[in-house]
C-alpha cells in the first residue's frame, strides 16, 4: 500500500466498503494497473471493530459510523429513523452482524427477469463460490477458497438453542445451512469470520492486497464530486491540505459509496433527476431520472422479554463477571462469549401460506437489546427480531444540498403500501408466539414488548408504527437495468447508462432487495464487476 498519491491512476474506486475493498483488491491483483482507492472513513484500526462481541459497543461509536436518520416517516408515526452505516476501511461490513446469507435462488432469477441480463442464480453463483472461504463447508454450494471467511459460530447462547426449540413446536424446522438448497427454517447463522475475529471485507481483501505497489489506499478522504468532460468520467475531486484536488483516472472511476452516498455523489455531479438537480443549480450532465429512486428496505419489529434469571447476555453483577471470565478466555483461545456476533440464530419463513417463498426473516438475540444497542439496557432476557423480506413500498434518496458537507434526505416511505403493514403484524404474531413457548422454559421470563396490554390487530398496527426499525439493508437506488428502461441507473455489465468511464458496484445497483442479510451478495456484485473490468481493458 503507497501512502504517496500521484495526479493520476488507471482506476479510482470510490468507498472502501464491502464492494469497494472487493474490487481495489481485485484489480490491483493486475500488476500493470495502478488502483487508488478512497474511504471517507478512517483505518479499521478500532478492536472493538475485530472482536466480534465488539458489535455491542460499536453502535456507540459515532466516529466509525455516518449516523444517518430518515425523514419524517409518514406511516411509522413521523418517526425518524437510526440508519446506521460504517465510515470506515470496511465500510458497513466492519460495523454489521455478520450473518452470512446469500437470499433466495429466485431473488436472482428476478433479477435477470427485470432486466438485468445474465445476473440470475446459476450466473451469480460461481461469484458468491469464489468469496467465500468457508471453514467447514466444501461441497456445490460452499468454496473453502476465497478471501471472505465464513464459519459457523463456535459458541451460541443456550438462549438461541432455546428459541430454535420454540420455533420448532410452530412448525419451522431446524435448518443447518441456510445458504443450500433450501433457505427455510431456523438455526443458528454462519459468520464472516476467521478465527474468532471479524472478516470484514477490509480484512478478507486489503490485509494481502495492501502490500502491492499499485494499490494506494487514502482514508479519513471524502470525494466531493465526479470530474466529467465531453460526457466521459475522468477523475474526482478531493480536498488535500485544505485545497481541492483532482485526481485523474485514465481507464475508471468505480463508484462504491453504497445504497446512500452513491446517489448522492451521482446528482452532486450533474448526474440525476432533473427537478432534484435543477433544485439545487446543479448543471445536469446527464438526466438519470432513476438516480435515488427504488430504494428498499427490510422494516423490522421485535418482541423482547425480561428473565429472572441471569441466562444470555446482559448488564448485571454476574454478566459483569461472566464478561471478565470470557474475555480471558477470548485472550486465550479466541473462543466463548466475544466470539459471538449478537445476532446468532435465526431463520426464514413464510408470512401466511398463499406467499411462494419465505418472506419473514428471524434475527434471535439472547439479550436485550434498546435503541439500535445505543442505549444500555440493565438485566437479562432475549429479543427476537423479524422483518419483512420483500416490501413493496419503495423510497427515495435525494439532495439536502448541493454540497458533500451535507447529509442526503434518506425518504424510506416505510409501510406505504397497505400490504407492507399486513405482513409485518403476521410476523409479530408469530415472533410472539414463538417467544412466549421459549419464555415457558425460561425462569422468570416474561414478555415486555409488545406487551399485555397490546393484543389486537388493531394494537399491534400501532406497536408497529410506533416502534418498528431498519435491520439495515438499503438498497435499489442505483438500480441495474436494460439500456432502455428509463429508471435503470446501470446496465448489465454495471456501467453508468449515457456516460463514459464511469461503474457502479454496491447495494445500489439491486434491481430489487434480496430475501436475507445483504452484505454477501454486494460482494458477489463487485467479484462480478472486477470480473467485468479486467476484461474489458484485457
Ligand atoms: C449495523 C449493520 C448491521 C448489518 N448486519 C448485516 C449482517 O449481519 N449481514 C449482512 O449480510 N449484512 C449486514 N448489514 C448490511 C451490509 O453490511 C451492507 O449491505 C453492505 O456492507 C453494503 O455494502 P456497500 O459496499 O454497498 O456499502 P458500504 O459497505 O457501506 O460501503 C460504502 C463505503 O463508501 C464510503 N463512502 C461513502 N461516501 C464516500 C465518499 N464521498 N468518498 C469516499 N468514501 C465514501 C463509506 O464510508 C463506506 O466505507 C448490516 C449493516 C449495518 C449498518
Redesign the pocket.
Known sequence: MSSFINSSYDFIV???????AVIASRLSEVSHYQVLL????KADSNPFIHIPFGLAA??RIKSLN?NYQTSQESHLANRQLY???????????????????RGDASDYDEWENAGASGWNWQSVLPYFLKAEGHTSRFDSFHSNQGPLKVTQLTDPDPLSDAFIQAANKHGLATNHDFNAEFRDGVGI?DV?QTNGQRCS?AKAYLDTAKHRPNLTVLCD????KLHIQDNHVSGVYITLNKQQTLIRSTKEVVL????I??P??LMLSGIGDEQQLCKHNIAPTVIKPGVGKNLQDHLDIMVQSRHSSSQGYGISLSGIGQLIRQSWRYYRSRRGMLTS?V?EAGGFCKSDKRQTKADLQFHFIPAILRD?GRQLAFGHGASLHVCHLYPKSRGEIQLQSSS?ESAPIIKANYLAEPDDLNVLINALKLARQIMQTMNYTIKGAVEIEPGNERISDQELESYIRLNAQT?????GTCKMGHDNDEMAVVDARLKCIGIKGLRIA???VMPSIVG???????IMI?ERAADFIKHDWR
Open positions: 470510490i468507498g472502501g466498503g464491502s464492494a469497494g478512497i474511504e471517507a472513513g460499536l453502535a455516518w440508519w446506521p452505516r460504517g465510515k470506515v476501511l470496511g465500510g458497513s461490513s466492519s460495523v454489521n452482524a455478520m450473518c452470512y446469507i447463522y464472516t471485507a478522504v471524502q470525494v466531493e462504491c459509496a453504497g445504497a452516498n452513491t448522492q455523489l456476533n445476532a439500535h458533500i435491520i439495515y439493508h438499503p438498497v454496491d447495494a445500489s436475507g442479510n445483504t452484505n454477501a451478495p454486494v463487485a
